[in-house]
């Protein structure tokens, strides 16, 4: 073989090792996200171990290591926070006597404490199993929360009715009585919660920890019960899907380290759909005015460059920006013209969903005008002098011409927008996300859509509970599945954009006109 | 059918319409886009505005009998305190009074203030009090503003024993930690000193327990200045010869000598800057030195030459580190570590009291038969151009060193400001990337353009984009909760990889040259083969590695590292940042460089390959000489976006502003700094105007590497216009 060959056989063997490479990574990362988090909502036995030194411990095995002198230890999840203040245990193989799976131990997800392992007792010894007569009662304390939820909203209503009165400072004898008459509504309404109280609160089951510790339970408090050692597959794939269901739809409990994330997708898409409607008219209008209108001197070239380059300016100068523009410019003006009364609390001089999604609509404004632009300019010139030539006029032939073919090329960097926003968390940080919103920015309660308010974000929620959660180990897989969901978001929009635009281009092919 | 003539009109004037619409939203959006610049940089415009709006509101009436003025925090009040004892509050603009008060029947002859409210007074008989005297604002019905005056007595102390109508050259009491009283009087180089405190007896009654305590100066020559610090921990005592005793108080069982300092230079005036932990001592030729406690020993960390001749006073703000010098010429306002004045003022010659208000905007001076007020405009003191990019010597710190903290637990605390770590944070995230990411991604990009088959080109390159989507806070979550403990665990093997991997590579490359006869000369499924050895290796690495672990270092090999070679290994480290941002920035630099590759022309490559060139030869010698700038701008605008990357860096370092460039720890880069920074930063502070300013340099960094990348590009590409 000649030394010329193998050169070039040994350089091509390189690039080949490299890509292999970053085909390696990208697999590694997939591969660690998914079974990482595939496996959160499956049930796992609970195992019994009878140690050594005659303690028993029941938990969830979660991992096997080495420990430093190469013996076997495993990590355990033993729950119950309520009773032993952590939630996961090492224990050192050696000291196992014997395993077992227990058919009677139940496992509790509490809105409390976190889970509970152990056993059900109830005080009255009833002839139906414990699991058919908990489920009983546990449909009754639902109904009556769902009640008591009612006139909690009630009162609410009523306590803003009479603030308004009081801050109206309105002394006439009607004002005061209609304020009066709230009151006694207030009265009475607050009563029939109390009573509603008590009731539930009567509804209360014994649970027991495997060291024999006893503790009573309000039954409010559960949220779902079950044997896991009892379950059949099937049960299983249900329990599964139920669990999924509950994450996507439910409220996050426990600093969001349990419970789902409802508000915080809810708060994702509502910021995106809201830059969107900042974003892409705007966009839009400009990508037109740019490769339709503007005329192609110096000046155009000069701010052609620099919105494309805008696109690479770092998000995090964005979310400054936005935070003196919006938070403290605009919002600190709308708030001394509109909101005086409130003052110094703020109402829109505080980050909120408004702000971020006008600050994310700014990031974006340049990457929807370059590639709308591209997309105009894609379409053939003799399509436009084509219907010139008919007699239509400029506009006509952008509306009813330019854009329809460039429509698929337009929709694809707009979901590109969409994608880059799904996933942009260091701007939010300055303006307006937080942990934990205690109310939705779109609600039920007049007017609807609440700008002002601050906002749950599936980014943000990443980083939160990945950093600043008390309990990391016990937050690391709700944080994967976030990030799945993430990933899974964006990876679709971003799929769905190139699909798009690869069957633009298959219809508009140079050769076909 | 033709349009009648209206319709035609209608059309017209629709298309006019649309036309206008378009242009004016294109204009406006593209004006709003651009001022994005603009705008923060506006925000962080006030740092760079020059200190010097002092305004001056005098007060040409005759007063009689003061000795002491102080104005209020608003600057709307000021109360005096006459030597027949009383203090009377007045408006400032009306000379309206508002609130009188007596607060001792005995007239006073004697007046110390080290901060303001706080008043020591002494009668003839050499017995003293302590007061601390202040004005509050409260709103009225009417909603106009009502000021009252608000005194207390903290401490009343006794004559001093064997006292006999001596000079009293300096006497003062202050507060200190344990709630103790302490008066100090200096006559000649005798110090006499009482103690005050108010314990609880056994049943439960205040009692108050006092002591007279008294030591003797060793110091030579005439006492020029003393000083008793505010919280009473120190007291210093200088000569004509320059040097200074430290009598260190803070143990009042055992008050001794600390040690003394010698400046050689007449001394006339000491005072200390707030917070107690460096000593201000101006000398008679004008100049003014700051000293500070460093292992319990004085070191000088700043001069200051002001042309103000022989200074006759210093007096500290207690907002910030800066103090007012006045000398024999001129008073000048300075700071602590910007080594530039603040502003010069032109105050009056013969000053009997000077006494800054509570946050140091104004100071309120008393002549011989006026009284004076005096306003400043220094919001932002502690910055300047060299605070942010020199070395700067800050209190308690053995030597000149960048530093970056801006905030503490003490109100007493001088934020540190220096960009030096940060961009060294930056520069550093970014290398360490950058080698990581730019021979996988161009290497990679070559062969999936040059040599890969076509359907594998078909998948990669959608593959790539969606690689580019991938949020970047969930790379950074990865790298911090996956990579970085993975790392700590298996650094030797990973170390150890990067050995066997090549030799594997090279060695298995050899055999095949050497004994296979025919190969096939078409490229593109190599990757199929490199997989499985990548594997292999691995598995031959985690076999050996705890082997390797066991024998040689200890089972522990970070800490045979910190043992042999003093590094430190901090968890989230640069090289868990060279992977996680290293990969955020592949896709960018593989697509750029795919995009290079694919604008050279076919038939160039054709002609090459004709002329019996192989392919890797028509590669380095053809396409790669011509296209190497648009590689070029792929890593520029690669290094651009890692510059600028938040979210990872902000997951997967320690955040910690260090000035070091080993692998094995963190940094802290601006962008991560500005996230960590804002939210806490109060509105329109210095610490927020800072950081806006690095944003700025952010930005423009940026987006002039961004201007360079894409001129290059649309240098490109014309080259090869078709």
């Known amino acids: ?513 | 059918m033709l349009p009648g003539s209206k319709q035609i009109r209608r059309l017209k004037i629709l298309d006019n319409i649309f036309r206008r619409i378009i242009i004016t939203s294109g204009i406006v959006v593209i004006i709003c886009v651009l001022l994005v610049l603009w705008s923060i940089l506006k925000v962080s415009l006030p740092l760079f505005k020059s200190n010097e709006t002092n305004k001056k509101i005098l007060k040409e009436e005759f007063y009689q009998n003061i000795l002491y003025v102080e104005t209020d925090t608003y600057f709307e009040t000021f109360f005096v305190l006459t030597k027949d004892g009383k203090v009377i509050l007045q408006n400032l603009e009306n000379k309206k009074i508002l609130d009188e008060s007596v607060i001792s029947n005995e007239p006073i002859i004697f007046i110390e203030s080290a901060s303001p409210q706080y008043l020591f007074s002494r009668f003839q008989s050499s017995a003293a009090k302590f007061w601390q005297i202040s004005s509050t604002r409260s709103l009225s019905e009417t909603s106009s503003k009502e000021y009252q005056l608000k005194i207390k007595q903290l401490g009343s102390f006794p004559p001093l024993p064997t006292f006999n109508n001596q000079q009293i050259f300096y006497d003062a009491a202050r507060r200190n930690s344990e709630d103790v009283f302490i008066r100090v009087s200096l006559i000649d180089k005798k110090i006499f000193i009482n103690l005050q405190a108010i314990t609880e007896n056994f049943l439960g009654d205040e009692e108050k327990i006092q002591e007279n305590l008294q030591i003797t100066s060793k110091l030579t020559g005439k006492i020029t200045a003393a000083f008793l610090t505010r919280n009473a921990s120190r007291l210093y005592i200088s000569n004509d010869k320059g040097e200074i005793e430290d009598w260190d108080l803070r143990d009042l069982s055992d008050i001794h000598l600390a040690f003394t300092l010698q400046t050689k230079k007449n001394i006339s005036s000491i005072n200390t800057i707030f917070g107690d932990s460096s000593l201000l001592v101006g000398f008679t030729d004008g100049k003014v030195e700051t000293f500070s406690y460093n292992k319990q020993k004085l070191l000088k960390i700043y001069d200051f030459d002001s042309e103000t001749g022989a200074i006759k006073k210093i007096i500290p703000s207690l907002r910030n580190k800066s103090f007012l010098i006045i000398g024999e010429n001129k008073s000048s306002f300075l700071y602590l570590t910007a080594t530039n004045k603040i502003v010069d003022l032109d105050l009056p010659k013969e000053i009997k009291q000077i006494s800054f208000n509570e946050n140091g905007s104004s100071i309120a001076l008393l002549e011989k038969n006026q009284i004076s007020f005096w306003k400043f405009n220094a919001p932002h003191p502690e910055f300047s151009l060299s605070a942010i990019f020199d070395k700067i010597h800050y209190e308690n710190y053995s030597k000149p060193d960048y530093i970056w903290q801006s905030s503490s637990g003490h109100d007493d605390f001088e934020p540190k400001y220096s960009f030096i770590p940060l961009i060294i944070g930056s520069i550093k995230g970014t290398l360490y990337a950058m080698i990581f990411a730019l021979p996988l991604a161009i290497l990679g990009a070559i062969y999936v353009n040059q040599f890969a088959k076509h359907w594998l080109r078909k998948i990669i390159k959608p593959t790539v984009e969606i690689m580019a989507t991938i949020p970047s806070v969930a790379i950074g979550f990865l790298a911090a909760l996956w990579l970085s403990p993975l790392i700590e665990k298996y650094l030797l093997s990973m170390l150890l990889y990067l050995v066997v991997f090549p030799l594997f590579f090279i060695s298995s490359f050899w055999l095949y040259i050497k004994f296979s006869k025919n190969f096939s000369k078409k490229f593109g499924k190599e990757f199929l083969l490199v997989i499985p050895s990548f594997i292999g290796c691995l598995l031959f690495v985690t076999w050996v590695s705890p082997l390797l672990n066991k024998y040689f270092f200890g089972n522990d090999f970070i800490f045979w590292l910190s043992n042999t070679f003093g590094l430190v290994y901090e968890q989230r480290n640069a090289i868990v940042i060279s992977f996680a941002l290293g990969f955020a920035i592949i896709p960018i630099i593989f697509t750029m460089t795919d995009e290079a590759l694919s604008s050279f022309p076919k038939s160039l490559k054709a002609a090459s390959l004709a002329l019996g060139a192989n392919q890797w030869q028509t590669l380095t010698k053809v396409i790669l000489p011509t296209t190497a700038s648009g590689i070029f701008a792929g890593f520029i605008i690669g290094f651009g976006r890692a510059i600028g990357e938040t979210m990872i860096v902000l997951m997967a370092t320690g955040n910690s502003p260090i000035t070091s460039w080993s692998v094995f720890n963190g940094m802290r880069t601006i962008a991560a700094n500005i996230a960590v920074e804002v939210p806490e930063a109060p509105f329109e502070g210095t610490l927020y105007r800072v950081l806006f300013l690095s944003a700025v340099i952010l930005f423009l960094f940026t987006f002039s590497l961004n201007l360079i990348a894409e001129l290059i590009r649309s240098k490109l590409r014309k080259k090869y216009k078709v």
């Open chain 1, 1 to 513: 073989m000649s030394i010329n060959k193998s050169k070039e056989l040994f350089y091509v063997w390189i690039t080949a090792v490299s890509f292999s490479t970053i085909l390696l990574i990208v697999g590694t990362l997939i591969f660690i996200i998914i079974t990482n988090s595939i496996g959160y909502f499956w049930s796992k036995p609970i195992e019994l171990f009878q140690l050594k030194d005659n303690k028993k411990i029941l938990g969830i095995v979660k991992k096997t290591e080495n420990n430093l002198h190469d013996k076997e230890k495993i990590q355990l999840k033993i729950a119950n926070r309520d009773f032993y203040n952590f939630d996961f245990i090492w224990i050192n193989k050696d000291e196992i006597i014997e395993t077992s799976k227990p058919q009677n131990i139940f496992l509790v997800e509490r809105s409390e404490y976190g889970d509970f392992y152990g056993y059900l007792n109830f005080n009255s010894t009833k002839k139906i199993d414990i699991t058919t007569q908990l489920q009983i009662e546990l449909e009754q304390v639902k109904k009556l929360l769902a009640e008591k939820k009612n006139i909690e909203q009630e009162l609410n209503k009523i306590n803003t009715l009479i603030k308004k009165i009081d801050t109206k400072n309105n002394n006439s004898n009607q004002v005061k009585s209609e304020k009066t008459s709230f009151q006694k509504k207030f009265a009475i309404l607050s009563d029939k919660q109390e009573e509603l109280s008590q009731k539930i609160n009567k509804f209360k089951i014994e649970i027991q920890e495997i060291g024999g510790n006893k503790k009573e339970l309000l039954i409010s408090n559960i949220i779902r019960f079950y044997s896991p050692n009892s379950l059949s597959f099937l049960d299983k794939i249900i329990l599964y899907l139920d669990k999924l269901w509950d994450f996507l739809t439910g409220f996050p409990r426990e600093a969001n380290t349990e419970g789902g994330i409802f508000p915080i997708i809810f708060g994702t898409i509502v910021l995106v759909i809201l830059m969107s409607i900042f974003c892409y008219p705007f966009g839009l209008a400009t990508a037109i005015y740019l490769s339709e209108y503007a005329k192609n001197g110096w000046l155009i070239r000069l701010v052609r460059i620099a919105v494309s380059n805008l696109a690479g300016v770092p998000s995090i100068v964005y979310g400054i920006f936005g935070l003196s523009f919006f938070v403290y410019g605009i919002g600190g003006s709308i708030d001394q013209l509109f909101f005086n009364e409130n003052l110094p609390n703020p109402t829109f001089g505080t980050g909120g969903i408004l702000w971020a999604s006008l600050t994310l609509s700014i990031l974006t404004l340049p990457v929807v005008i370059v590639a709308t632009e591209e997309a105009l300019n894609s379409v053939p010139k003799g399509i436009k002098e084509c219907s010139l030539a008919l007699g239509a006029t400029h506009s006509q032939t952008i509306i009813k011409v330019i854009i329809p073919i460039a429509l698929p090329g337009i929709i694809t960097g707009f979901i590109l927008a969409i994608a880059r926003a799904a996933g942009e968390v260091a701007p939010l940080l300055i303006t307006g996300v937080v942990k934990s919103a205690p109310a939705l920015p779109i609600d039920g309660t007049f007017p609807f859509v609440h700008l002002d308010r601050k906002f749950m974000h599936l980014g943000f929620h990443i980083f939160d509970i990945a950093f600043q959660s008390p309990n990391v180990e016990a937050s690391r897989p709700i944080v994967f599945v976030s990030t799945l969901l993430l990933l899974l978001i964006v990876i679709f929009l971003c799929s769905f954009a190139i699909v798009l635009r690869e069957r633009l281009r298959k219809k508009y092919k140079p050769q076909q006109i």
